[in-house]
């Protein structure tokens, strides 16, 4: 109940398209900034695995085998940056950068054949520009544009061949 409240409040705040925050003083603050960034909980977890001046990967393999990678995060000065997640056959199944323990950059999703799925861009921690869908042959069927995790205008669907469809009016 307390994550939807939290949910709740934060759609409230920064679901309107606004690039600024009004505090109780009525100073005015950019929402793009480390300040005022919306953590990643997990960042957060991630980064107390390491001292704060690592620089490297954390890596943690499928079982015992060593040369399957399932998951590997990479740190600059104890920051987490980045986050991928592996298929046991090799291939990237997710990737998630980040700035100041939060998503932060292009975050993107891919099939198992090595395909990109999805797409979607963070600025931090808030969806911010373009995201796109792809079929399994990695062709773009839907894109969306949001700003401050509020989508702009309609999804563009596109075919089978990467065209856009017309809707009629």
């Known amino acids: 109940m307390k994550i939807i409240l939290v949910l709740i409040i ?3 705040v920064f ?3 606004n690039d600024t925050l009004i505090n109780d003083n009525s100073e005015v603050q950019e929402l793009n900034s480390c300040k005022n960034a919306v953590k990643f909980p997990n960042a957060t977890i991630t ?4 001292n704060t001046n690592y620089t490297g990967d954390l890596n943690n393999y499928w079982g015992e085998d060593t040369t ?3 998951i590997k995060h990479t740190f600059v ?3 987490l940056i980045q986050s ?3 298929y046991k056959n090799g291939q990237v199944q997710e990737e998630y950068n980040f700035k100041c323990q939060s998503l932060h950059g292009k975050t993107s999703y891919y099939y198992e054949n090595g395909k990109i799925g999805k797409s979607v861009p963070y600025l931090y921690g808030r969806i911010n520009g373009t995201g796109l869908l792809y079929d399994t042959l990695g062709i773009v069927r839907q894109k969306v ?3 401050n995790d509020s989508m702009i205008g309609k999804p563009i669907i596109f075919d089978k061949n990467g065209n856009e469809i017309i809707e009629d009016k």
């Open 10 to 12: 934060l759609i409230t």
């Open 15 to 17: 679901g309107c398209g």
């Open 47 to 50: 980064e107390q695995q390491v």
């Open 68 to 70: 399957k990678l399932d």
């Open 77 to 79: 000065k104890g920051e």
């Open 84 to 86: 991928k997640f592996y």
């Open 145 to 147: 544009i949001f700003k």
